[in-house]
């Protein structure tokens, strides 16, 4: 009773800014007393606004209150460093719902710095000295604080299970190793994780290499994409110009045409479109999976290591680089300059006819192309 007065008493000595002891108090004309460099540091980030306030009772100062120092409190708080004694641990050092407590503390438990594979128990800073600075516990296997630590017992025999049975594919410790798995395939739980450790690694860099490859196809179909949507603008743009050149009648119907490239350009875009989105899913789905993977990589207990360990189940087929093209845009012309008839053609497996003219020519015609800045190349091709 007397230690838990003295802890109270020194709270009442501790900065509600800083929760330490006070170190130079001085007080607020409120009352409330702080560490002068503290209440400093909080009004030098409050001297932008103008006005001061104290933090705990919230009263407002329009001008930044003169600190005085507190000679009674500096006295008082000297005389509690001289007797020493420690304070009792701030609220967030003890175990709360959710975290690991220390197994050695009485009373109220201080949260948990480590856990110990074989000695199945968790320690705070405090209790944890002994595994720092003996030999023997020295040689002990710490993890992070775990709730899980009596998993590792064996039911039958209450042993650290420190073996694995390749067998039947389960922990078990150095007597069943000695008796019902006598005569199976059996390993230390170390060999055993090492090894799947090593398995673990090259499904990573296979994961790994598969998202590579599917981001460079992601990139490739970005590119078709530009290309199409080019071509397609530059195609729409030098037709109207075409048509706006040969005779005022094909400003009139060269809409028609624009609008058969448009939807072929529309019908391109939507398949190139949905097999990028099938392949950003891919990706998604494969850094989930190595996240997974590096999540079960990272545990340090063997034993919910091997617990934990998926069964390795060939990853799905992708889609390859090698299907990914882009597709030239071809457009036909045919001319009979004595019949006065020019049409044109869409080109690739099939014809289709885009357009045709029928009028009268008076001077001959010559074809010509442009390129600009999304089609970068152009050629005459001759009909076999």
């Known amino acids: 009773m007397a230690q838990q007065e003295i802890h109270l008493d020194r709270e009442r000595f501790c900065c509600s800014i800083c929760l330490d002891l006070l170190k130079d108090p001085v007080t607020t004309v409120c009352g409330h007393s702080y560490c002068?460099?503290?209440?400093?540091?909080?009004?030098?980030?409050?001297?932008?606004?103008?006005?001061?306030?104290?933090?705990?009772?919230?009263?407002?100062?329009?001008?930044?209150?003169?600190?005085?120092k507190n000679t009674m409190l500096a006295d008082l708080v000297e005389e509690l460093k001289k007797t020493g004694l420690q304070a009792a641990p701030a609220d967030h050092c003890y175990?709360?719902?959710?975290?690991?407590?220390?197994?050695?503390?009485?009373?109220?438990?201080?949260?948990?710095?480590k856990s110990c594979l074989n000695?199945?128990?968790?320690?705070?800073?405090?209790?944890?000295?002994p595994h720092l600075q003996s030999a023997p516990l020295k040689k002990h296997k710490l993890v992070e604080p775990s709730e899980k630590l009596q998993e590792n017992l064996c039911s039958r025999h209450d042993e650290v299970m420190k073996m694995f049975?390749?067998?039947?594919?389960?922990?078990?410790?150095?007597?069943c190793s000695v008796d019902e798995h006598k005569d199976h395939d059996t390993v230390s739980a170390a060999a055993e994780r090492t090894e799947r450790?090593?398995?673990?690694?090259l499904r990573r860099q296979?994961?790994?290499?598969?998202?590579?490859?599917?981001?460079?196809d992601v990139k490739l179909l970005q590119l078709e994409e530009e290309a199409l949507n080019g071509s397609a603008d530059k195609a729409a743009k030098d037709t109207k110009e075409i048509f706006t050149e040969l005779i005022l009648l094909l400003m009139k119907r060269s809409s028609d045409v624009i609008q058969q490239i448009r939807s072929q350009q529309q019908t391109e875009v939507s398949r190139v479109r949905e097999l990028q989105k099938r392949l950003?899913?891919?990706?998604?789905?494969?850094?989930?999976?190595?996240?997974?993977?590096?999540?079960?990589?990272?545990?340090?207990?063997?034993?919910?290591?091997?617990?934990?360990y998926p069964v390795l189940s060939p990853l799905s087929g992708s889609t390859h680089s090698s299907s990914i093209r882009i597709r030239p845009l071809r457009v036909?012309?045919?001319?009979?300059?004595?019949?006065?008839?020019?049409?044109?053609?869409?080109?690739?497996?099939?014809?289709?006819?885009?357009?045709?003219v029928q009028t009268t020519f008076t001077q001959p015609l010559y074809a010509g192309v442009g390129v600009g800045y999304y089609l970068d190349r152009a050629e005459f091709c001759k009909l076999k």
């Not at 460099?37 to 009772?57: F, L, M, V």
């Not at 049975?165 to 007597?175: A, V």
């Not at 300059?337 to 885009?354: E, I, K």
Request: aromatic share 6%; hydrophobic share 25%.
């Open 36 to 68: 002068r460099s503290c209440i400093n540091t909080h009004w030098d980030k409050r001297e932008a606004r103008g006005s001061y306030s104290c933090p705990q009772c919230r009263q407002t100062f329009k001008a930044r209150p003169v600190l005085g």
């Open 95 to 113: 175990a709360g719902p959710g975290d690991v407590a220390c197994d050695f503390c009485t009373g109220r438990k201080l949260k948990a710095l």
């Open 119 to 129: 000695c199945l128990a968790s320690y705070c800073e405090k209790h944890l000295q």
């Open 165 to 175: 049975c390749r067998t039947d594919q389960q922990c078990i410790c150095y007597l």
């Open 197 to 201: 450790q090593r398995e673990l690694g």
């Open 206 to 216: 296979t994961i790994q290499q598969r998202v590579q490859d599917t981001e460079k």
């Open 280 to 308: 950003e899913q891919e990706i998604t789905e494969l850094k989930r999976k190595d996240n997974e993977l590096k999540q079960l990589s990272d545990t340090e207990d063997h034993n919910q290591f091997l617990h934990n």
């Open 332 to 356: 036909g012309v045919y001319l009979d300059h004595s019949a006065g008839v020019l049409s044109f053609y869409s080109v690739s497996d099939t014809m289709t006819l885009l357009h045709r």
